[in-house]
């Protein structure tokens, strides 16, 4: 120790062998003003470290306060989002159940109209066959009273026979216009072969009918023939004048009866194709307004299907945020319980300051009362055994140091020797 009660802190290592020396200090011994400076300087920065670590914790709960209102925000937002998917999904279903019955309700009407059709369209052709008929009946009588006019008035057979012979002339001429109608329908047969399976079905049974009358107008011809034959045999044999009236009366009368059934036949053709033609360009119609409203239904389900596809990249990038916000206040959660464990930690080490600066501060006093004056004034006789510590070097003389103490605080075992 030196005249002015300084005294030295070495740390010594020894063994068996020797005896080394560490570290060796020169303290000086400190005043009670010094002591209590010090110590309130610590205290003073402890306490603002646990000020620091609790404005902390207060931004990282505010922070996680505002992370957990976003969330559930996002989570409402989300939920919004797949009630509004939910509702879009249930109306365009409800729209295409709708548009569904709608077109059953409308081709139902039009197949019952259609059927209304035929139907009038059948009461037409009949009404028409029983016109024909009686028409028949009456021209029947009428040929009838003049066949008797015929064998009443021998003297104007060569009258009547010119007149037949101009009615074969027309006949004939009849017979290829009908020959050219005929063609005709051929051709417009063959060119309505790829129609609906019921124009088809139709369309054979119209040439079946043709058939029929080619059949017809090939004995209408056979016929003429005869007739003509009958009448060579007229002129040539004047005896038998009267069986060749009763013939041609026979074969005028059928020959009649023939070209007015091919002339209702050819009709009744004629208004079949003119019905068929009638179908097949309102089913050509329909079809085109089919394929329109399918279209139509088309373009609307694929703009469905981009707005689920939105509606899907929104609900994607919400639960990502969603995500990522978790993860944030996940972090943050972790962030707040390491500043909550500092902060215990500083308040452990605050605790622990406080007890240490209790324990020197009765030391002092206890040694201030054993030592007296002395203690303080450094002028006494004896060793001084003082602890002078000092704020970052401060206030300490050159060639002596002072141990430090952090915030959070470490134990430091020293060797105390006197000087």
């Not at 010094?34 to 990282?60: D, F, M, P, Q, W």
């Not at 009267?242 to 009366?249: D, F, G, I, P, R």
Request: net charge neutral.
């Amino acid at each position: 120790a030196s005249g002015s009660g300084a005294s030295r802190l070495d740390v010594v290592e020894t063994n068996r062998f020797k005896e080394l020396t560490h570290l060796s200090l020169t303290l000086q011994a400190g005043t009670d003003a010094g002591i209590k400076h010090y110590l309130a300087a610590r205290l003073a920065l402890a306490e603002a470290e646990a000020r620091r670590l609790h404005s902390v914790l207060e931004r990282s709960e505010s922070n996680g306060m505002k992370q957990a209102e976003e969330v559930e925000r996002l989570s409402a937002e989300l939920a919004a989002v797949t009630a509004e998917q939910k509702a879009d999904s249930s109306r365009r279903d409800e729209m295409t159940r709708a548009d569904l019955a709608a077109l059953r309700e409308a081709h139902a009407r039009e197949m019952q109209a259609q059927a209304k059709e035929h139907q009038d369209e059948l009461k037409d052709m009949t009404r028409s066959a029983q016109e024909q008929v009686s028409q028949l009946s009456r021209q029947t009588k009428e040929q009838a009273a003049t066949i008797a006019e015929l064998t009443s008035a021998r003297q104007a057979l060569a009258a009547e026979l010119n007149d037949a012979n101009r009615q074969l002339a027309a006949l004939s001429a009849e017979v290829e216009a009908h020959r050219a109608d005929i063609t005709e329908l051929r051709a417009t047969n063959r060119e309505m072969a790829g129609a609906a399976a019921r124009t088809d079905v139709a369309l054979r049974d119209a040439t079946a009918r043709k058939a029929a009358l080619e059949q017809q107008v090939s004995d209408k011809e056979e016929v003429a023939a005869r007739t003509r034959e009958l009448l060579e045999a007229s002129n040539a044999q004047s005896a038998s004048l009267e069986e060749s009236l009763a013939l041609y009366k026979a074969s005028h009368t059928k020959l009649q009866e023939k070209l007015e059934a091919s002339i209702a036949e050819i009709n009744k053709g004629n208004s079949i194709i003119r019905g068929l033609q009638s179908d097949h360009r309102s089913l050509k119609n329909k079809v085109r307004m089919k394929a329109a409203v399918i279209r139509q239904q088309e373009e609307l389900v694929a703009e469905k299907e981009r707005a689920i596809a939105d509606k899907d990249r929104e609900i994607s990038a919400l639960n990502a945020e969603l995500r990522r916000e978790r993860s944030a206040k996940g972090s943050s959660e972790s962030t707040l319980e390491a500043t909550e464990a500092k902060l215990r930690e500083a308040r452990e080490q605050l605790r622990k300051d406080k007890e240490v600066i209790g324990f020197l501060n009765s030391e002092i006093t206890k040694l201030q009362m054993q030592s007296g004056p002395s203690f303080a004034g450094g002028g006494g006789a004896g060793a001084s055994t003082s602890f002078s510590p000092s704020l970052g070097g401060a206030g300490a003389s050159p060639g002596t140091a002072a141990p430090q103490m952090s915030a959070l605080g470490t134990s430091t075992a020293y060797q105390w020797r006197p000087a």
